[in-house]
């Protein structure tokens, strides 16, 4: 779909996939204003396909767009397209195990004009693509890498955002995690280097041996992961006590040396949960293990089960398209 000043959204319909053709001097090539977001399909045992809580990715679609200066898209018009698309072949969603369908709304400035200024000609496309479990092999922790020298986001910056820039920025300091034989980054706040934020594509919980679970407390600069709002209420319903506080690095390191945290997992809709057994930074590293722990595991399956519709969806977090 297209958006103008004049015309508001327009154009919508289903197109055959494709190269699109770009004018070089598209606004958003040059300046970045673009967003998007990551939401998946799922097939469930009778045959019918679901979409998890496309209407909070709406939402958030639509606080990314008013951070970047780009048109609000109604979160009717977002929803309709996933099911015009998924709609249209349900043969795309694939079974079996953690199969999925990947949905990728993103919305960019394709008016044809250099000066900073927000578009005035702003195109709108969902684009999806079969994904199968994330690990071939099980759940495996995977080890992390923590950036002394880059931050993600600063107070007042994008970083609550899910637009483009923010990965390309973050870029460099994945490419050093790999470096370090780390599989992802965790940045920590940009202020005073000594809060835990989030990782490079997921947010964090951190489990303790009272069993209440903690997860770092929105702040402006953290991406607010629906993976990580859905934990919230599904660990309560599981009876565990849930905090959204400051977790400062220190916590994190003296709490596994002590053994008061006893697990930490990293959540988001490509990995579901996933467990950390490493942390690594210059100079030294954290040994958090090679097991999944018994509380991972349980809030991994909980959540699952509903995405699957093995579970009963007692929040109407599903969203039936076929
Ligand atoms: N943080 C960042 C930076 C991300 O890119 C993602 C993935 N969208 C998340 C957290 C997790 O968000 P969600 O649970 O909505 O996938």
Redesign the pocket.
Same mark, same amino acid.
């Given at each position: 779909a297209a958006w103008t000043p004049e015309a508001g959204w327009h154009d919508a319909g289903l197109r055959p996939y494709g190269p699109l053709s770009l004018d070089p001097a598209t606004a958003v090539l040059h300046y970045a204003q673009s967003v998007f977001e990551?939401l998946k399909a799922y097939r469930h045992d009778d045959g019918s396909i679901w979409a998890f809580r496309p209407e909070a990715n709406a939402a958030r679609f639509q606080r990314s767009a008013a951070r970047m200066a780009l048109p609000e898209l109604p979160v009717e018009a977002f929803v309709d397209s996933i099911d015009l698309l998924v709609g249209t072949d349900s043969e795309w969603v694939p079974t079996g195990g953690e199969a999925s369908l990947y949905l990728r709304p993103f919305m960019f400035a394709s008016e044809v004009f250099l000066g900073v200024r927000p578009a005035k000609h702003v195109t709108y496309s969902l684009i999806a693509s079969p994904a199968g479990a994330y690990f071939a092999s099980g759940v495996k922790p995977i080890s992390i890498w923590l950036s002394s020298e880059y931050t993600r986001a600063a107070p007042g910056g994008t970083g609550a955002a899910?637009c483009a820039g923010n990965y390309a920025a973050s870029l460099i300091a994945q490419q050093e995690a790999i470096a370090n034989g780390c599989d992802q980054v965790c940045f920590l706040d940009a202020l005073e280097r000594k809060w835990v934020e989030?990782l490079?594509?997921?947010?964090l919980y951190f489990v303790s041996a009272d069993g209440s679970i903690t997860t770092p407390q929105l702040t402006g600069t953290i991406?607010e992961?629906? !993976?990580?709002d859905a934990i919230l209420t599904l660990a309560g319903d599981l009876d565990y006590k849930v905090e959204e506080r400051p977790v400062s690095i220190d916590e994190w390191r003296d709490g596994v040396a002590s053994g008061e945290i006893t697990e930490v997992f990293a959540?988001? !809709?490509a990995a579901v949960i996933t467990p950390l057994g490493r942390l690594a930074w210059t100079g030294g590293e954290l040994v958090m293990g090679e097991e999944t722990g018994p509380v991972t595991r349980e809030i991994r399956a909980a959540l699952l089960d509903i995405q699957y519709g093995r579970a009963q969806d007692r929040r109407g977090w599903m969203h039936r398209i076929v």
């Open positions: 990551g899910k989030e490079g594509g997921m947010n991406l992961g629906i !993976t990580r959540c988001g !809709t």
